[in-house]
């Protein structure tokens, strides 16, 4: 079993050799390749454009354009649900390690302070490298633990600058 999320819509996929079950019940439709990427689908007596822009395996997502509309879906094999199931999913991907100087520069400045909670994408500290400020930013979500420099200290390539 499957699971595909299109916005936000769950629907449950079954693969049969014969045919789909979506939600239970049985996909009658009919797809014909056009050409690469481009296929025409009949649904229900309507005739749909499909296009696959993009397949992203390692993140288990398809783009598709749907007559020319974009979409994008989500997929979740039986290993993933089962993992979502024992509540195992996402318990290390949010959370943020060490950030490592990724380059040799001098600390411009620190926006964080030990104890401080951040979330993904937030800038934590600038660094100055070859005349340029370079903001680092959260690999994730977490608490910083520890900072282990000053501003304006000089720092060398993956040197580890704040620890969570």
């Not at 595909?4 to 014969?18: D, H, L, R, Y």
């Not at 390690?97 to 600390?107: F, N, R, S, V």
Request: include cysteine; aromatic fraction near 6%.
């Amino acid at each position: 079993m499957y699971s595909a999320s299109i916005k936000n819509s769950v629907f449950e996929v079954e693969k049969s050799e014969t045919h789909f079950l979506v939600n239970g019940n049985i996909l009658e439709w009919t797809i014909s390749k056009v050409r690469d990427r481009h296929f025409l689908v009949i649904y229900k007596e309507q005739s749909y454009k499909l296009e696959v822009v993009e397949v992203d395996s390692a993140i288990k997502q398809v783009k598709l354009k749907l007559n020319n509309r974009p979409c994008t879906i989500l997929l979740k094999d039986r290993f993933d649900l089962l993992l979502e199931k024992l509540g195992m999913n996402n318990l290390q991907q949010n959370r943020a390690k060490d950030i490592k100087a990724p380059m040799p520069g001098l600390i411009f400045d620190i926006q964080v302070k030990e104890g401080q909670e951040v979330k993904k994408g937030e800038p934590v500290l600038i660094l100055e490298a070859m005349k340029m400020e370079n903001i680092i930013k959260s690999p994730g979500e977490g608490i910083v633990k520890h900072i282990k420099v000053n501003k304006g200290d000089s720092v060398e390539k993956n040197q580890v600058l704040i620890q969570f």
